[in-house]
């Protein structure tokens, strides 16, 4: 197991996270494989390769004027240039709405297989599990 490795796959998944909250999306082309698949259903959304997912991810998240994705330390396993990870999520967002925005709180794991690329290592499929939610609007 490198440790360069497990740094860099750190890295990744926070770019993901800090992307996310700037709706940077553009940004999350460095962090998936062209053809990556993410899997967001277990929290309502929606499932497809990337960059569709891109795309739904910036519809999906406009209503949402402020989001903190913040990740635990991950669970990584190294075999040579394929990886899996595995990361809790704990997310407070604020929902826009006409009456007051709402504060509300949501969580899940990202359970990823990763690939090591010539431009590093990158997320080749992401699915979200055991997901809650505390105060949904």
Same mark, same amino acid.
């Given at each position: 197991?490198?440790?360069?490795?497990?740094?860099?796959?750190?890295?990744?998944?926070?770019? +993901?996270? +800090?992307?996310?909250?700037?709706?940077?999306?553009?940004?999350?082309?460095?962090?998936?494989?062209?053809?990556?698949?993410?899997? +967001? *259903?277990?929290? =309502?959304?929606?499932? =497809?390769?990337?960059?569709?997912?891109?795309?739904?991810?910036?519809?999906?998240?406009?209503? %949402?004027?402020?989001?903190?994705?913040?990740? =635990?330390?991950?669970?990584?396993?190294?075999?040579?240039? *394929?990886?899996?990870?595995?990361?809790?999520?704990?997310?407070?967002?604020?929902?826009?709405?006409?009456?007051?925005?709402?504060? %509300? %709180?949501?969580?899940?794991? +990202?359970?990823?297989?990763?690939? *090591?690329?010539?431009?590093?290592? *990158?997320?080749?499929?992401?699915?979200?599990?055991? %997901?809650?939610?505390?105060?949904?609007?």
């Amino acid at each position: 197991m490198s440790t360069a490795d497990i740094v860099e796959i750190q890295q990744l998944l926070a770019t +993901y996270v +800090y992307a996310i909250d700037a709706k940077d999306y553009d940004a999350l082309d460095t962090v998936f494989i062209p053809g990556a698949t993410v899997d +967001y *259903r277990a929290a =309502g959304g929606a499932a =497809g390769e990337w960059p569709t997912m891109k795309a739904w991810l910036k519809s999906a998240l406009a209503p %949402f004027p402020l989001t903190q994705h913040l990740i =635990g330390l991950p669970l990584i396993r190294l075999d040579g240039d *394929r990886a899996s990870a595995r990361t809790m999520l704990f997310n407070p967002m604020r929902f826009a709405r006409l009456a007051g925005d709402q504060l %509300f %709180f949501v969580g899940c794991t +990202y359970v990823d297989d990763l690939v *090591r690329t010539s431009n590093g290592w *990158r997320i080749a499929k992401r699915v979200e599990q055991d %997901f809650w939610a505390k105060d949904p609007p």
